[in-house]
């Protein structure tokens, strides 16, 4: 009986993650275009518009291979079960100690290998310059998110999340100088890697300016539909990862009963309203960057949590 | 027969086989014959070696020859390590000589290859089966000479012969440098039985020296940076199946060499050596990949590969000495099973992946990627094998790369328990050039396959290659099952490794294959745990799902169209990103600083029609700052010293009289 509620649990957190990638993604969209004094579609627009790419054909390019034809689902896998990972409401779910923080950020890895692939599989200069840009910001920001592991790792003794997120819920951590710098490098790293503003710009229909959308030029119906869709989750993963590492409050312990997970699924969701509020006004009140002024942004970020780890070391109540 | 006799039969065999290649020389059967010969040998020696090591490797077997040294005799010893090793090896030749089955026949001279291939795989059998300075000394050289006469197989090619010339040079380097730190740990006393050594107290004041003179040793072997620079020459030079053996399997010989001295025979390692170590290592690793991402030569870049992951094997090792220098046994432990985990997962996928060079060159003559492209739909078995290597080369989950570089993360994540600033400082800094080095390996590697394998072909060559043989095929498929296997139940290869780590640290990883679902828990649960085997079976199950779903309930239909690419689609195949080109971002951004990177673009002026041009300016730091100097050294002197031949012969008699004198000045003052 425990093992079947267990996985019960661990079924409903792997369809709220994705019921609610969508959303998000719908939310921070009509907040931008509030910001900006438009009305804005629906937060209900992206369901329909996956909705309405699934049901569409697939137009294939003529030289397009096999890879090209699994990877949308490849990817959407690989995001789905990091996503599924990650605590949102409750911790210590049944599957989470099957990979700890750095096979997460590994998954998200795979799912991008085989995109950039795919980008370079019809052979259009697009795809290419999408690919090569997106592995180029990849090696800047592996290297930083890894970084950030590290400092909390320091402070929790773990990179199991679900370890991370209890010892951090706990008072006695308190405010530490290292984890605000992990804070902001982790903020930065998940600009970058969910192709947001200013590193990318997911809105633009200008293909040179493009990073991520153009590797995925060539992709068309359902095929688009698990890109995007993966994309979604992983913007939701971003979230709930700040959120359950560092904003750890009301998050249910594992096996603590239906009220207290309601409890948590109720916080999660006002956190996840709360971030999404903060990327659409971060997101408007910056300009995109060159992509050649990435690697500065990134590098920014690297230091953040190069320092945050040298200070754990100079004393572990930094 | 005890399990060394057993090794012993296995080399003469191989030994024997090699001098059947003289005599059958040109005939046809002389190639299904030695390969097929070798494979099976290799086979039997694999299973006598894996046996030991699963029973536990308990007790050393040893074996004494009457030959070598008259008062020492030659002594040979079979012991954890060793057979650990002797897996790696024989389990490459195996490959390697199954691939040769069928690529073989390709092979424009193979009365140049045959009778070398058996050979250099007795000569790394029996350098890490030798027990005493002299056997391994001569052992080594005899490895080193065939791989060398292996590498000058082809040596009508352009650029082989000076392959060959470098790797001689660098060779003779190496054994020099390793015959005098052998000559510095067998002491005053010169007994050069490893169990003597073993025995003998050691002055820090040596083993720094035998530091320094095993990093030379065995690093330029390895490839270390900056030993490294014949590496990339010498293992493309070869054919694929022995460039797959030289990268796979040769540099994993100089780890064991390096292992063997500073770990076993040196005795306690100190922690100031670990800082050099870790320092050479991250460089080694981070240096060796972006030197692999500037590259358009597809065998050039694995070679370059290999210098990676040689880094990221020494950065382990570097953990383990440190640790265990310090008197943390769990960790040091964890680090050491890491950079064997690592090795062995390294043979696999490069290997693989210069097979599968190998076959694209069978396929088509090219080796520059910047001509090939779209081969996925003309090999498409060759193909997926070697996207299964890339994947697990570029440590991704759930392939086996990424367990030896997440068990190496976690053991930089012990670093705290450190007690000295300097480690303490460094190693963070090391795990973030090794995530440096990950992550550029995965870009280097969406590069290869990218444009050799997808787009459309950049020439004749590419559009018009076939399928290679079956023989071929079946190399790479094992090697790529055997990396997912290595990948989704790493436990097995971890327990398999334990007792290696008993013998060399005195302490094991803990037991994994008791774990519940078969995860791997390197220090404990609440630390950290992994389990390849559900994240293979999620991913899986996730996207059938998917597949099912939306192949059930909403669109199936699939329609074929020119590509869009924005309306812009019918440019030639040239007009693709290419290897040069897809490497832009990061020359950008790391080459200007490591290789002075400059790109010229000279644009003609509006309404010429000449074509632009880009000229890339990348200039080799290491080669320019360290071995054109010593070239020129070298060069000028000998020009100086050209005079001397042309002397008549009334000069050569004083010249010989006047050193006469000299050398009898020098010997009445001396004495």
Request: charge should be positive; charged fraction near 10%.
């Amino acid at each position: 009986m425990v093992v079947i509620s267990d996985i019960i649990v661990q079924g409903v957190q792997m369809l709220l993650v994705l019921l609610l990638a969508p959303l998000l993604t719908g939310y921070v969209r009509k907040i931008k275009a509030r910001l900006v004094r438009r009305q804005g579609a629906s937060v209900f627009q992206p369901y329909r518009d996956l909705l309405r790419l699934l049901r569409k054909e697939v137009v294939l390019a003529d030289n397009a291979s096999w890879l090209f034809r699994v990877t949308p689902y490849i990817t959407f896998a690989a995001i789905w079960v990091a996503a599924a990972l990650v605590p949102t409401f409750a911790i210590g779910l049944l599957f989470n100690w099957t990979a700890d923080l750095i096979a997460i950020v590994a998954l998200l890895g795979s799912a991008r290998f085989f995109l950039a692939l795919a980008g370079m599989d019809v052979g259009t200069s697009f795809g290419g310059i999408g690919s090569s840009r997106e592995v180029m910001i990849a090696a800047l920001a592996e290297p930083a998110m890894l970084l950030i592991v590290f400092c909390l790792a320091l402070v929790a003794g773990s990179t199991q999340l679900s370890t991370v997120s209890h010892l951090l819920a706990s008072s006695y951590v308190g405010l530490r100088v290292s984890l605000g710098m992990a804070l902001v490098a982790l903020f930065m790293v998940a600009i970058a890697e969910n192709a947001r503003i200013p590193v990318d710009n997911p809105a633009t229909h200008l293909e040179l300016t493009m990073v991520h959308e153009a590797m995925i030029l060539e992709y068309s119906g359902r095929h688009l539909a698990m890109i995007e869709l993966g994309a979604f989750l992983k913007l939701l993963l971003y979230v709930s990862l700040i959120a359950c590492v560092f904003f750890p409050w009301q998050i249910a312990l594992y096996g603590s009963g239906a009220l207290s997970y309601a409890i948590g699924a109720g916080a999660y969701i006002v956190k996840l309203a709360l971030a999404g509020f903060l990327l659409a006004l971060f997101e408007t009140a910056t300009a995109k960057m060159r992509v050649f002024r990435v690697p500065q942004f990134l590098g920014a970020a690297f230091m953040l949590g190069l320092l945050g780890t040298l200070l754990l070391f100079v004393s572990r109540s930094f | 027969m005890s399990a060394v006799a057993l090794q012993m039969v296995c080399v003469a065999g191989l030994l024997g086989l090699a001098a059947l290649a003289i005599v059958l020389s040109r005939s046809k059967i002389a190639t299904p014959v030695i390969y097929g010969a070798t494979l099976a040998v290799s086979l039997i020696a694999l299973t006598g070696t894996l046996r030991f090591l699963l029973s536990g490797a308990a007790d050393a077997t040893t074996l004494t020859l009457p030959v070598g040294l008259p008062w020492l005799g030659a002594h040979f010893r079979l012991d954890a390590l060793a057979s650990f090793f002797l897996v790696v090896i024989n389990l490459g030749g195996a490959s390697a000589s199954l691939y040769g089955l069928g690529y073989g026949h390709h092979d424009p001279a193979p009365h140049r290859v045959l009778p070398f291939f058996p050979a250099f795989l007795a000569g790394m059998n029996l350098v890490v089966l030798a027990d005493d300075a002299f056997s391994y000394l001569l052992c080594w050289e005899f490895m080193s000479l065939a791989s060398w006469a292996l590498v000058m197989a082809h040596h009508r090619e352009p650029g082989n012969a000076r392959a060959g010339y470098v790797y001689l040079v660098m060779a003779s380097f190496g054994t020099l440098a390793l015959l005098l730190a052998f000559g510095l740990l067998a002491g005053p006393a010169g007994d050069y039985g490893f169990a003597a050594i073993r025995a003998a107290q050691h002055t820090p004041y040596a083993a720094t020296l035998v530091l320094i003179l095993m990093l030379l040793g065995a690093g330029s072997k390895a490839g270390l940076v900056p030993l490294h620079v014949w590496l990339p020459l010498a293992h493309p030079a070869a054919p694929s199946h022995v460039s797959a053996l030289m990268s796979g399997v040769m540099t994993k010989v100089a780890i064991y060499g390096f292992i063997r001295v500073m770990f076993d025979l040196l005795g306690e390692p100190s922690w100031p050596a670990s800082v050099v170590v870790l320092f050479l290592g991250s460089i080694t690793a981070v240096m060796g990949i972006l030197y692999a991402m500037m590259e358009k030569d597809l065998k050039r870049l694995l070679a370059y590969s290999t210098i990676e992951n040689i880094g990221i094997v020494f950065v382990s090792l570097g953990l383990a000495m440190a640790f265990q220098a310090n008197g943390l046994k769990a960790a040091a432990a964890l680090a050491f099973t890491a950079a064997l985990f690592h090795a062995l997962n390294h043979s696999f996928f490069k290997s693989l992946l210069f097979f599968g060079a190998g076959a694209v060159l069978t396929a088509t003559g090219e080796r520059d990627m910047d001509k090939l492209g779209g081969l996925i739909h003309r090999m498409p078995f060759t193909s997926f094998a070697v996207l299964v290597g890339c994947v697990a080369i570029s440590a991704l989950p759930p392939f086996n790369g990424f367990v030896s570089e997440w068990l190496i993360f976690q053991a930089v994540l012990q670093s705290p328990e450190l007690p000295q600033w300097a480690l303490k400082i460094m190693v963070p800094a090391v795990g973030a050039m090794l995530a440096l080095a990950a992550a550029l390996a995965a870009a280097c590697f969406v590069k290869t396959y990218g444009v050799t394998f997808l787009g459309r072909p950049r020439g004749t060559a590419a559009g018009t290659a076939g399928e290679v043989d079956r023989f071929s095929l079946a190399a790479m498929f094992i090697l790529a099952a055997l990396c997912l296997l290595a990948g989704i139940l790493p436990g097995l290869a971890i327990d398999g490794l334990a007792p290696v780590a008993t013998q060399i640290l005195g302490s094991r990883m803990p037991v994994q294959t008791g774990q519940p679902w078969l995860s791997i828990v390197p220090i404990a649960e609440s630390r950290s745990s992994y389990n390849g085997l559900l994240v293979m079976v999620f991913i899986t199950a996730a996207a059938s799902l998917a597949v099912y779903v939306i192949h059930r309930f909403a669109s199936r239909a699939l329609r074929r169209g020119p590509a869009w690419g924005c309306g812009f689609s019918d440019a030639t195949p040239a007009a693709q990103y290419s290897a040069v080109s897809f490497a832009q971002p990061i020359r950008r951004v790391f080459g200007t600083l490591v290789f002075h990177a400059r790109d010229h673009v000279t644009m003609p002026p509006p309404g010429d029609l000449r074509p632009a041009r880009l000229r890339i300016e990348l200039h080799d730091l290491v080669w320019n700052g360290i071995y054109a100097p010593i070239a020129d050294v070298v060069g000028f002197s000998s020009t100086r010293l050209n005079r001397l031949q042309f002397l008549t012969i009334r000069r050569y008699l004083s010249l010989v009289f006047a050193t006469l004198v000299t050398l009898l000045l020098v010997l009445a003052i001396w004495s």
